[in-house]
């Protein structure tokens, strides 16, 4: 099985003011293609911090990140701006959606800074939005959706250029109940076709929904082992 | 991302705030808006008077004698020109080629029971004829014979003809010039009206009749015109010499048609150069408004920045996203300015019957000030955009 992410050894310690603030102190792991990843931990611990190191939005102070085994610590600010563009689809837990732009324009938005053609765009974000279930809200913007449906943009706009890993930091964390097993089952629709998902939640019941689950503490992993996955009925209504 | 992608996302974010972004554009449309409709009425008016110039018929070896300083109006002068004089001119500078000595006044010219009064009755010499390029369309104009022989002949212009006879001949009719009969000789051609005045309205007669008619022998002035345009300066020269040995003092002054355009232009540029001081500091303004804007947009877009970077865009990408934004707004209020300016000096110039002149340079010129400004005023703005840090953008509430 193919190695899609390697971090080594990972520190990375925020300066505020005169204090110093360690966030990941020695960290460690690799995640093979396919795996369904869950990390928590309590609030505080790391968790996001390492999510930005692995997509390539921060750097470390020591240690190496690889992805599809190469070595970002060593690429340049243009260099992992076309690593995220092309191998890194986000999901945040505030959504992160533009308020002005429709969903599908939202969903296009990783495109423009690729090199496709409108027609391209069109077609490849209509493709996603009808794997989330959300084709005929392409033209709604996103203040006129609830927190699933958000959601289920930021999705499709994560997969819409077909990255190599998803990184969701508490994709659930803003969502009720019902909306957060709906999440989930596409989550686990997408794993089921072969992605390869980390996911950050601080809910037992949302980690056992994964495959795998690495437990940090102090920036440091505490456990690291298979769970045995819930699976939902990917039912989409 | 491509140059068209920029430019539409800028659009809608431009559009989204109408009426901010329209606030924000004011200082570049006004700094354009003033010197667009200055340069083109300018230009408009320049082209007026050399159009006039050439219906006057008379060309730049055209020169008159007025009485009184340089810049003083002729109808105030009180230094008395005669006949005298004017042929102490002709006489003595070699530089002339034909001098017309002119006794004008305003007066009542009848015919029966018609009678028209006419702002000028002139009094003048056959040169007349030859130094404005006028002609006669029936009968004869003055000869040296009538001038010398105080002969009460008159030339008539159409429209004045047309007044008096209505559609009967006039040539060979008496009139009256203030009490006194003239023969009429001759009638001008059409001429059309010059600077508002009815040229078709001009009456000729002898400048030796008019001192009798108008019992004065002053002159309101005497034409002249130079043997070449090299010479105008000394026949200028000339002039001056023979009038100042005459009457004692320098009290006349000769305005050529290269003086009148030359103060024509300094007026001009002057109120170019003023306008353009006005502009320049209503584009500084303008330049910071859009600066301050910028810099709020990117205050209020923070988040989106991050979310942008997070998905991949690149400093470069960002930089130009903000960059795109402020060269259109200044553009557009560029745009905005040069088709108000034009607007505005063309409704002018139709009002007041003078032709329009579009300077292409000039809005090229302002398309450019107005791209530039939005370049400068952009660039700080978009590099603080361009360098936050992604991680941060995000967090930020
Ligand atoms: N930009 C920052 N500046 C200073 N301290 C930070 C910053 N981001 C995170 N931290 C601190 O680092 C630690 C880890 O943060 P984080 O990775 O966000 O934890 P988690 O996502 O697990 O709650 C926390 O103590 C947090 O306060
Ligand atoms: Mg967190």
New interface residues.
């Given amino acids: 099985m193919s190695r899609i992410v390697k971090v080594e050894d990972l520190h990375r310690t925020y300066i505020l003011g005169k204090v110093e603030v360690p966030a990941l102190r020695g960290l460690s792991f690799e995640v093979t293609k396919g795996e369904f990843v869950s990390i928590t931990g309590p609030s505080g611990c790391g968790k996001s911090t390492l999510m930005h190191l692995i997509g390539c939005l921060d750097h470390p102070d020591s240690g190496t990140v690889y992805l599809d085994d190469i070595n970002v610590s060593k690429l340049n600010d243009n260099q992992l701006a076309e690593i995220r563009n092309k191998k890194i689809g986000f999901v945040f837990q505030t959504f992160n959606l533009l308020p002005r732009l429709s969903a599908i324009e939202n969903v296009e938005l990783p495109l423009i800074y690729g090199f496709f053609t409108p027609r391209q765009m069109k077609e490849k974000s209509m493709a996603v939005l009808e794997k989330v279930g959300l084709a005929h809200r392409a033209e709604h913007r996103p203040p006129e959706m609830s927190g699933g449906e958000r959601q289920r943009v930021a999705i499709a706009r994560a997969l819409v250029v077909e990255p190599s890993i998803i990184l969701a930091d508490e994709p659930t964390g803003n969502l009720d109940s019902k909306s957060s097993e709906e999440i989930m089952a596409i989550f686990q629709g997408l794993n089921n076709e072969g992605a390869t998902i980390i996911m950050v939640t601080h809910e037992h019941d949302i980690a056992n929904c994964t495959k795998r689950n690495i437990n940090l503490k102090d920036g440091q992993v505490l456990a690291d082992q298979p769970v045995k996955q819930v699976c939902l009925p990917a039912d989409r209504s | 991302?491509t140059f068209w992608?920029a430019i539409t996302?800028a659009w809608?974010d431009i559009m989204?705030a109408k009426m901010r972004s329209f606030l924000t554009m004011l200082g570049v449309i006004i700094g354009i808006f003033s010197v667009i409709s200055l340069v083109t009425l300018g230009e408009g008016m320049k082209g007026f008077m050399y159009e006039q110039i050439d219906k006057f018929g008379t060309g730049p070896t055209y020169m008159e004698v007025h009485g009184g300083k340089e810049g003083q109006l002729a109808a105030m002068a009180t230094v008395k020109m005669t006949l005298s004089d004017a042929k102490a001119i002709e006489d003595r500078c070699p530089s002339l080629e034909l001098v017309d000595p002119r006794n004008i006044q305003s007066g009542k010219i009848t015919y029966l029971d018609k009678s028209y009064t006419s702002p000028f009755i002139s009094g003048c010499s056959p040169a007349l004829m030859e130094m404005m390029n006028w002609g006669v369309s029936q009968g004869r104009f003055l000869s040296d014979v009538d001038v010398l022989g105080r002969k009460k002949v008159v030339v008539l212009g159409q429209d004045l003809a047309r007044k008096l006879f209505g559609g009967f001949p006039a040539i060979g009719e008496k009139v009256r010039i203030n009490g006194s009969k003239f023969l009429v000789i001759g009638l001008f051609k059409k001429k059309g009206s010059i600077m508002g005045v009815n040229m078709d309205e001009y009456v000729a007669i002898p400048v030796t009749a008019a001192e009798d008619v108008f019992d004065t022998d002053k002159l309101a002035e005497i034409g002249a015109v130079a043997r070449s345009i090299e010479l105008v300066p000394q026949a200028v020269a000339e002039i001056k010499t023979v009038m100042a040995e005459r009457h004692g003092k320098e009290d006349i002054r000769v305005d050529t048609m290269e003086n009148s355009m030359a103060i024509m232009d300094t007026i001009m540029s002057a109120l170019t150069a003023i306008v353009t001081g006005i502009a320049a500091i209503s584009l500084l303004v303008g330049g910071i408004g859009i600066m301050n804007i910028m810099l709020v947009a990117v205050n209020e877009r923070v988040?989106?920045i991050?979310?942008?970077?997070?998905?991949?865009?690149?400093?470069?990408?960002i930089l130009v996203q903000f960059l795109t934004e402020s060269v259109i707004i200044s553009l557009l209020g560029g745009v905005i300015g040069i088709s108000s300016g034009v607007g505005l000096a063309s409704f002018i110039m139709v009002i007041i019957g003078m032709p329009l002149v579009v300077s292409f340079w000039a809005i090229l010129l302002a398309t450019f000030v107005a791209t530039f400004v939005g370049v400068v005023s952009g660039v700080y703005p978009a590099m603080r955009a361009a360098a936050l840090d992604?991680?941060e953008a995000?967090r930020y509430e």
């Fill in positions: 991302m992608e996302m809608k989204r988040r989106e991050g979310v942008r970077k997070a998905i991949g865009a690149k400093k470069r990408d992604p991680v995000l």
